[in-house]
DNA sequence: TCTAAATATGGTATCGGTTACACATTCTGC
DNA sequence: GCAGAATGTGTAACCGATACCATATTTAGA
């Protein structure tokens, strides 16, 4: 492979001058540069990016660190990471935690080695001993969804309470009467902040119960599990709300198995807006989180940020909205 | 940040034993492997990637070049790549080509940049030129699904043909008299091999038509349009093969759509076996390929090319099982 | 006892870039 | 016409590892 001082020699320059030519910067005469540029074609000269990262200190790299790539909510958002970093000349390097510590500080111990430009988390496992760590050895990093307590970073999220109520009031509006709510884990910023805006919307109806709660650990299985007892406990239940699309996917399939009607007898929404809840029939009502637009402003903020760019706030908060659909009663043709 | 430098310093040794220590090769006398070891552990020392990578010509990454991590499949084959990765030590940067060959020339580019120790393509896109010049370049390579024609390299697959053969004679043990086939684009291997597969496994039957295939591009979306083409052609089709997975589920949505009751008056089966073929109701029977195997065995496969392991077979085919489900009559009842 | 092999360690060139600094030439404005 | 800024280019130190080679000491075998 041709080197930059091959290039140099070709050109009959020296390394500097080649050096200004790519980075494109310093002063350079225009027909030097030609000249330099023809040597560049001629060698199909390619810059080593460990040379680069070594003696210019950047690597043009970030690490995204999230539980796991097939949970199709962070695959999304993978997606938005990537093109986003992509636009910008960045790579991005891929590590699933599984939501296990130590997996994850591996992870953080081997992109410090690698001299990440910067890290994304979308990951619960965060520890404040890790932020301040990455903050002391210079990394940027943004967090999705939620940031230990009392340490300053960057976070981008979205409103977990207020979708929850959101959820509530559209059950309320097309009819419902007793309302459950299957749970994401309680470590988890998003689990909690749900639970919380449904009890908040329910807890002064004379219908409210505890036992209209049940978790459901965010996963299609804990959703089926969880709507079976649910049903069990209270037959008489309406509405459904559920924590995140894959539990209420699990639900309305458990529901559909029982033979209760959906919506004709229990309305059924979801949270997140992942893409998966328009393939069932009916289509899945949902709170909607800008998926694609969470990650893609992540990694535009992270990016400003390892740029140098002072940023003033510390949360970015997005929309969440409604998308109601045949789950819900009255929806029945909706989203067609 | 502390470097080899200080950590020699610090445990009063040159580099070059602080380098022999690091990398558990040479002969270090066991005393001093401790001292320097303690040296390490007092300056949190972390060696330096970029330094390495340039220095000993191992950079210990794989690039993924794949069309879209937000699809199902790949985001399971990506999974599968990152684990073993993971506990071989290496690190895997994301590619998503959205199958646009200028998009993997880029990609290409960048990570011949980076040095990459190995790529894993799959991505339909691949050329033959890119292959040879990788070859040239000396850069390992592992090609899932399918190689350009007339190139050696390594590829991963599975029993495309078999599998299309599979899903017709489950669908004609379970009674079906005029099965349809949905197929997928013609430039991929996956989709012209299922295609040939079924009309191999037809063609002999009075009822057949080529009116009976429709493409569906491999998306749900596909799936949908191609289902109501069909019944609409063929309003006696009582079994339809897709060619993936996304493609039944849309043709499974937009049956239910059409009132058409699944297995009831038609049976359907696709093909893949993601995990959301187990989040409808009925559950989708398909030809299951062991997705996380593949890209398990072909990060596998990459490594010992990396490491100078002699490989023998070119190709690597993988068998297909049959999931029989509650699409395909007299399986309403499995899988619960 | 002598020699060759095994063990142990250090010095330093090297990988392929960036960049500070030095030096030369050409513009500008007064 | 000249000072000082703007433009253009080269030299070489440096980033932080690896690994080749040299050298010294021990060990083992004949």
Request: aromatic share 6%; with cysteine; charged share 25%.
């Amino acid at each position: 492979m041709a080197t930059i001082r091959d290039v140099a020699k070709l050109a009959a320059v020296s390394v500097a001058t080649v050096s200004r030519v790519l980075n494109n910067n310093g002063y350079v005469n225009k027909e030097t540069k030609e000249k330099v540029q023809q040597a560049i074609q001629l060698l199909q000269y390619e810059p080593n990016t460990m040379a680069k990262g070594l003696a210019g200190k950047k690597t043009e790299t970030l690490a995204l660190v999230l539980p796991d790539i097939s949970n199709p909510f962070f695959s999304e958002v993978a997606r938005a990471v990537e093109d986003v970093a992509q636009l910008y000349g960045y790579t991005v390097v891929l590590c699933n935690t599984d939501s296990d510590t130590d997996k994850e500080q591996t992870y953080i111990q081997v992109m410090k080695r690698r001299y990440v430009d910067g890290m994304l988390f979308a990951s619960n496992t965060l520890r404040a001993a890790d932020v301040l760590m990455l903050n002391k050895a210079n990394i940027p990093l943004v967090v999705l969804d939620r940031a230990p307590a009392n340490v300053p970073c960057l976070v981008v999220r979205s409103k977990n309470n207020e979708g929850a109520k959101l959820a509530i009031r559209h059950l309320l509006d097309t009819g419902c009467r007793r309302i459950a709510h299957i749970y994401g884990p309680q470590e988890t910023a998003t689990g909690k902040e749900r639970l919380i805006g449904y009890e908040e919307a329910v807890r002064s109806f004379p219908w409210y119960s505890p036992t209209l709660m049940e978790p459901g650990q965010f996963s299609i299985q804990g959703g089926m599990a969880a709507a079976e007892k649910l049903m069990e406990r209270h037959p008489d239940i309406d509405g459904i709300f559920a924590g995140n699309d894959l539990m209420a996917l699990g639900a309305l399939k458990k529901l559909q198995q029982l033979g209760i009607p959906v919506p004709g007898r229990v309305s059924l929404i979801g949270f997140d807006g992942i893409e998966l809840t328009r393939i069932t029939e009916p289509e899945l009502s949902t709170i909607a989180q800008p998926i694609y637009e969470i990650g893609a402003t992540a990694t535009r903020l992270l990016i400003k940020k390892i740029e140098g760019v002072q940023l003033e706030n510390e949360t970015y908060e997005c929309e969440v909205e409604l998308m109601a659909r045949g789950s819900t009663r009255g929806n029945a043709e909706a989203g067609r």
